[in-house]
């Protein structure tokens, strides 16, 4: 029985039953945590013939792997790619067309700056919401929901008559559209083990770096020939084709629905419960809680950060420096990253996999997921930082003509995609015997998208005060030290862990040991 349904049914038992019950469950997890991967422990769960992947290794809970056939999952993960791609592509896709915008509404390219700022920090807001959500009622109903609502906010945005208006449904159609980012890696959680998973995470996440990419190029195609409206008309037509993929081609994937526990409850008892697993209170304290976590939710956020900081600024910022004239000659611009972002889809995920596989088999058979994380600890410290100053003071001091930065811009879009699939995946395999993947999910999109919020509000504001060379110096500063954070979590993570997890088993057994005391006092 899942963790989570546990804890909703021990809320009317007594006191000293929910201690006790606390209290094994924190001796099982730690226990869990030094042995879960190890040959001995596992040969009792799962028959060698059972295994997805034919070698040594077998994972704990191997058959909820084996619920789908390949082609089913491919099917998933082409459904949940596509999804990926319809709330980042909006975050972007009117770049291009900003001073269109703000021709309309009688305003500034700053003020409709700000909005797509406020659309990161919407995305950031409901990242906490959607994951546990989804372990109540399950993946499917929350897709079909949440793709139906993007669809219709999309239209709200085309149609807005006025600022506000404008404003108000840009940041409705980011909260829905984040359940595809969160909802989606977990569900790829679901269906695929950790040795394989680094892979199909890759083609999803090439969804969410190709779409902001690209966007601005379809952006600037449309506002040079139709009106800037019609890039939300084709965000309402992609919203509809994601909702007849997940109604038609996405069954439920998670195993372990808590729904049911709620069937008994008095409507303020739901409501405590609902507040309690969607709270984000609750998943910024496990971000704090645990310094692995953490720092690998600063990295995933220094990338998003440097995405969009380089992304939103290129019709401000290039235009001048080529003496550009039209939306779509800047929009040229965007496909450098987007190709970059396709070709890492390629090969990132991969070489997380196979990267996991090596240190399995140098450990004798045991998975530690910190040994992930070893895959891009290159391409996070050195790769990226170093694309990004050469893309900044290229440009800051007018050398090396267009193919300098379009080249840097590439080559940065490839090194992400060998970044994203093995953070994410870590987010899903760290927490994954405790229940608790989807709140790690959560709480590192939070972060991560607050930070792109960050990035794309100041950076035109910032490289008008000290110049494009000196804000991408700032970015890669702030890359290398996430990946010198990545690079501690791979040396000390799984001692972090352990460390908290013995902390809260202390705290478990103080709490179990008031209760029983008092009976016996009693007695």
């Not at 401000?316 to 990253?337: C, E, K, M, W």
Request: charged fraction near 15%.
């Amino acid at each position: 029985m899942p963790a989570a349904s546990r804890t909703s049914s021990e809320e009317d038992r007594p006191q000293s039953s929910v201690d006790e019950t606390q209290l094994r469950r924190s001796q099982s997890q730690y226990s869990r945590r030094s042995s879960v991967n190890r040959l001995d422990h596992v040969h009792s769960h799962v028959s060698h013939h059972d295994m997805p992947i034919n070698d040594d290794f077998q994972e704990v809970d191997a058959e909820q792997y084996l619920r789908f056939s390949p082609a089913r999952k491919v099917i998933i993960v082409g459904v949940l790619s596509f999804c990926s791609f319809l709330a980042p592509i909006s975050s972007t896709s009117i770049l291009a067309g900003v001073p269109e915008v703000a021709k309309t509404y009688n305003t500034t390219g700053s003020v409709i700056n700000a909005s797509n700022a406020l659309y990161m920090a919407f995305m950031g807001i409901a990242a906490p919401f959607w994951g546990p959500f989804s372990q109540v009622w399950g993946r499917r109903p929350v897709f079909l929901v949440s793709a139906f609502l993007f669809f219709a906010f999309s239209i709200g945005t085309a149609l807005a008559p006025n600022l506000p208006a404008y404003y108000i449904f840009r940041v409705l159609t980011a909260f829905q559209g984040t359940s595809f980012l969160v909802v989606g890696s977990s569900a790829l959680g679901d269906v695929y083990e950790p040795r394989a998973r680094a892979t199909a995470l890759g083609w999803f996440l090439s969804g969410t770096l190709i779409g902001p990419a690209f966007g601005p190029f379809l952006g600037g195609v449309i506002v040079t020939f139709r009106s800037w409206r019609v890039i939300f008309w084709l965000q309402t037509a992609l919203g509809g084709c994601g909702t007849l993929l997940v109604f038609f081609f996405f069954p439920e994937t998670y195993p372990h629905l808590t729904k049911s526990d709620m069937s008994e409850k008095t409507l303020w008892q739901k409501t405590v419960f609902l507040w309690h697993r969607v709270s984000p209170l609750r998943v910024g304290i496990m971000l704090i809680k645990y310094p692995n976590l953490l720092c690998t939710a600063i990295a995933a956020g220094s990338l998003v950060w440097n995405q969009y900081s380089l992304l939103t600024p290129i019709r401000y910022v290039l235009n001048p420096r080529f003496h550009l004239t039209s939306p779509i000659q800047s929009g040229l611009f965007y496909i450098a990253p987007g190709c970059g972002y396709l070709i890492g889809t390629f090969m990132g995920g991969r070489w997380a996999d196979h990267t996991v596989k090596k240190w399995i088999r140098k450990r004798g058979g045991v998975r530690v997921p910190e040994d992930r994380l070893k895959s891009c600890l290159l391409f996070l410290g050195g790769v990226i930082p170093g694309c990004i100053l050469i893309y900044g003071w290229t440009i800051e001091k007018a050398v090396g003509g267009i193919p300098v930065p379009v080249l840097a811009m590439f080559f940065q879009g490839v090194a992400q995609l060998f970044c994203f699939p093995s953070l994410n995946t870590y987010s899903l395999d760290v927490m994954q015997s405790s229940g608790r993947s989807a709140e790690v999910v959560a709480g590192s999109y939070m972060l991560r998208y607050f930070l792109g919020a960050l990035g794309s509000g100041l950076v035109l504001p910032a490289i008008e005060a000290m110049g494009v060379g000196w804000f991408s110096t700032i970015s890669a500063i702030f890359l290398i030290l996430s990946g010198t954070g990545v690079w501690l979590t791979t040396v000390f993570g799984d001692q972090w862990r352990d460390k908290v997890d013995k902390k809260e088993l202390r705290k478990a057994e103080k709490k179990a040991s008031v209760p029983q005391e008092g009976e016996k006092s009693e007695a």
